[in-house]
């Protein structure tokens, strides 16, 4: 059943979030690098309360690609939540990824799109798919609430199979739009 989220304009679908966590339990993703964002805030809670997981809270976006290759290293599969404002953090450390060949899936919720109230996050919400591209990371998208668990379950796949980044956007419609009257 729909809820409307909180600070939400428009009616959000409560179920992706449950729907990304299941392809994380099923993919045998076991650490969650993020920044603290409220569109990603239902999957945290749904990772913090899983006792599999480990749940690492970042200061800065660039630090959870150092996190995840740590976390390949010692044997595990990880996931970076953020938001697209701070794609623009991570355009120097996506090249360790890329030269050393680990498995990058980071999940990003969008602003500066459809609705959007602060003109601030425009110009990264419109450069975020260019950038990644430029950078060499693979780009899936998901705009609709019903494709968030064959989008995440798609990009973790050719993560993990192939050694690539992949970004999976999270748009604006699925997580709602914020307003702060």
């Known amino acids: 059943m729909p809820q409307k ?5 428009r009616t959000a679908d409560v179920d992706w979030p449950d729907e990304i966590y299941g392809v994380f339990v099923r993919e045998t993703i076991r650490q969650i690098a993020y920044v603290p964002d409220a569109g990603h805030a239902r999957l945290i809670e749904r990772c913090h309360a899983d006792r599999k997981m480990r749940t690492v809270v ?3 976006e660039e630090e959870g690609i150092g996190v995840l290759a740590g976390a390949w290293l010692g044997g595990d599969r990880g996931a970076l939540l953020m938001q697209s404002s701070g794609v623009g953090n991570c355009i120097n450390m996506l090249s360790l990824a890329t030269v ?29 798919a260019p950038i990644f591209e430029q950078a060499g990371v693979l780009v899936y998208r998901i705009d609709a609430p ?34 702060f009257k």
Do not use: H, Y
């Open 5 to 9: 989220a909180a600070g939400s304009r």
């Open 58 to 60: 970042l200061t800065t």
């Open 100 to 128: 050393c060949r680990f498995p990058l899936l980071m999940l990003v919720t969008m602003r500066g799109e459809w609705g959007e109230f602060n003109p601030w996050q425009v110009p990264m919400g419109q450069g975020t």
């Open 146 to 179: 019903g494709a968030a668990r064959e989008t995440v379950e798609a990009g973790a796949q050719m993560a993990f199979n192939s050694d690539r980044a992949v970004a999976v956007l999270i748009s604006q419609r699925v997580i709602g739009t914020k307003d």
